[in-house]
């Protein structure tokens, strides 16, 4: 089966600051991997997701991750934050073959600062 | 487009009533989903539907029940609710096509128990 971790619960950054949020997955086979949004009071949206190729993907709204294998992570950054960037972030993982169960972390909440 | 529609948005139950949550989704997708979100504890799948008809068991699917008549709408019944069963709930709904592809998430219905 596999897991994600967020290790982050919340990350605060000075507007205009470079950001990481960072994501760990654990899996014996091939995986897809995602990360959602969730702005106060709603559903998840999606940001960007990994499926295959190049190892950097670029999102919406200036995000970016980066799939590295080898250390099993797909970190998301974005090289100058705004306060509308401030909401909770969640990274997502799923493997195919079966009903293609979504594992999701615990999501970190990105704080942006004036 | 509405994408993913949940009715209601808030809701205070006592202990004991019951109630259903109505999901319902425009983009003809064939797996749906239910979830509840509790602070610290990311998306927990409650239960699932794979095609018109089909439901099944998610990682915490005790106390409730679903019913996918229509492709088109998931309903989440709580049969006898318990203040353990205040949550957000989101429903998501995701096109076939394995596992790449992203789940669609409504905007959540905010459920308390007293």
């Known amino acids: 089966a596999q897991s994600v971790t967020q290790l982050d619960s919340q990350v605060p950054v000075f507007e205009e600051a470079p950001v990481e949020l960072r994501c760990n997955y654990s899996?014996?086979?091939?995986?897809?991997l995602f990360w959602y949004v969730q702005y106060p009071n709603q559903g998840l949206q999606l940001l960007l997701k990994?499926?295959?190729?190049?190892?950097l993907v670029k999102g919406i709204n200036g995000f970016e991750a980066e799939f590295n294998k080898s250390q099993t992570s797909f970190h998301l950054r974005k090289p100058s934050v705004h306060i509308s960037d401030t909401a909770e972030y969640f990274c997502?993982?799923?493997?195919?073959?079966?009903?293609?169960?979504?594992?999701f972390g615990t999501g970190t909440k990105l704080q942006v600062i004036p | 487009n509405a994408g993913v529609t949940q009715t209601p948005k808030f809701r205070v139950l006592k202990t004991g009533q019951s109630m259903t949550l109505l999901c319902a989704q425009d983009?003809?997708?064939?797996?749906m989903y239910w979830y509840r979100q509790d602070p610290g504890m990311g998306l927990r799948l409650i239960h699932y539907?794979?095609?018109?008809?089909?439901?099944a068991k998610g990682e915490v699917p005790d106390g409730y029940n679903v019913s996918r008549l229509k492709k088109q709408n998931f309903l989440l019944g709580l049969e006898s609710a318990a203040p353990s069963q205040t949550s957000v709930y989101f429903c998501?709904?995701?096109?076939?096509?394995?596992?790449?592809?992203?789940?669609?998430f409504g905007d959540g219905t905010r459920l308390s128990i007293l």
């Open positions: 998501a709904s995701r096109a076939t096509g394995g596992g790449n592809q992203p789940q669609h």
């Open positions: 899996s014996s086979v091939s995986v897809y």
């Open positions: 990994y499926l295959s190729g190049s190892t």
């Open positions: 997502a993982v799923t493997v195919s073959g079966g009903y293609q169960k979504v594992t």
């Open positions: 983009m003809n997708h064939e797996y």
């Open positions: 539907s794979v095609g018109e008809g089909t439901t």
